[in-house]
């Protein structure tokens, strides 16, 4: 069995946490959340850490096996349905990954360019980077930790001119309830997506450090996030940041004529891209690893190439637009995502509830 370290677990997931929140949903923070934008990060971030402590639980009492596995044991029929629900889920995030990458180079770097191409290109590299395993996944996230969190960290550096101090204020005395509320609910869904690890669990060593290393992830994802939300609120305004495609790609572009930094926007592909094939791939992995659990397989390598090209066709034909990928995120996905999301949840309560009914036999 492959093997994942705890410093893999911590750099795979803070690239898993900060590079999409940062790279494609400030927009749609700021657009609910206004300059309270900090505050919707820190509040989701802290709910969706405590989802993720819940399914940590749940893995920890049985650190061995896969959930895939012993969830027939805790809910019985239930499993199989609930276990499909996760399975769409993985299958519908890792195609919305995708598209949000293809809808990025196609826009940005590749105009006119066949959607097609561009996504047979990259469904060639995750089939392949799935088929290696989970411990080639991982690993991966090694090898670009650093540069990506320097490429990431450096631009607020440049833009300081640009920034309009007196607006500073209005992050704290601008206070919308209800915005706040939205922007939570938006990171709480991507935040919690670490709440899937009970099906990566028994890969990883030393299994009762792994909220340890979640936890600070989740701590530096909020700082490299706010780092770079801040600046832009204060560039831009939360009005034109809302309705800019991809604020932190226009907050680089904004650097001072001149600087040596003034075409960093290559770099911050070459971050996005890599961390975005690891997300991706880490989501077909799971997808297909809850299939062969759930059945009982022993391989996951046959399902690498099929369940690959299913979410390519997806991320193709799921939405025709950008626009029309961002009104899919707010009209249920992120609804559906919270709820796949709680499922382990479901597990550890039933499971919490039988054996206290056990226990309660045993002793009478």
């Not at 494609?24 to 959340?33: D, E, G, H, I, S």
């Not at 029929?77 to 890792?94: D, E, K, N, Q, R």
């Not at 770097?109 to 590299?125: D, Q, R």
């Not at 991982?138 to 490429?151: A, D, T, Y």
Request: a positive charge.
């Amino acid at each position: 069995m492959e093997r994942v370290s705890q410093s893999q677990i911590y750099m795979l997931f803070s690239l898993f946490l900060f590079t999409t929140t940062l790279g494609f949903f400030t927009n749609t923070l700021t657009r609910n959340a206004h300059f309270m934008s900090w505050l919707s990060l820190i509040i989701g971030a802290a709910v969706g850490l405590m989802i993720t402590y819940l399914s940590y639980r749940l893995a920890i009492r049985r650190p061995t096996q896969f959930l895939g596995n012993y969830g027939k044991d805790i809910l019985g029929w239930l499993h199989y349905p609930l276990m499909g629900t996760m399975i769409i889920c993985f299958i519908v995030s890792a195609s919305t990954v995708t598209r949000q990458l293809q809808d990025y180079i196609v826009v940005v770097y590749l105009p006119g360019t066949p959607e097609w191409a561009v996504s047979a290109l990259f469904g060639i590299c995750l089939a392949y980077s799935v088929r290696s395993g989970v411990g080639t996944i991982f690993r991966c996230s090694q090898g670009i930790f650093f540069l990506s969190i320097i490429g990431v960290l450096i631009v607020p550096f440049f833009v300081h001119h640009e920034i309009m101090s007196p607006m500073a204020i209005a992050l704290v005395n601008h206070l919308d309830w209800k915005g706040v509320w939205n922007g939570a609910y938006l990171i709480t869904a991507l935040f919690a997506e670490m709440a899937y690890i009970p099906f990566l669990f028994p890969f990883f060593t030393s299994s009762n450090k792994t909220m340890k290393s979640l936890g600070l992830a989740t701590a530096t994802s909020v700082f490299i996030v706010l780092s770079n939300l801040i600046p832009i609120i204060l560039v831009f305004g939360p009005h034109l940041a809302s309705n800019l495609p991809y604020p932190q790609l226009e907050l680089i572009r904004n650097i001072q004529a001149g600087s040596a930094l003034e075409s960093l926007d290559p770099l911050l592909f070459s971050v996005w891209l890599a961390s975005l094939f690891i997300k991706a791939s880490l989501f077909i992995y799971l997808a297909i690893i809850s299939l062969t659990q759930t059945l009982s397989l022993k391989d996951h390598k046959p399902f690498s190439f099929s369940m690959t090209a299913m979410v390519v066709g997806c991320a193709i034909y799921m939405v025709r637009s950008k626009t029309e990928l961002d009104e899919l995120f707010g009209n249920g996905e992120f609804a559906f995502l919270l709820i796949s999301e709680l499922i382990p949840v479901v597990y550890l309560i039933v499971d919490w509830i039988r054996s206290s009914k056990l226990k309660q036999e045993k002793t009478s």
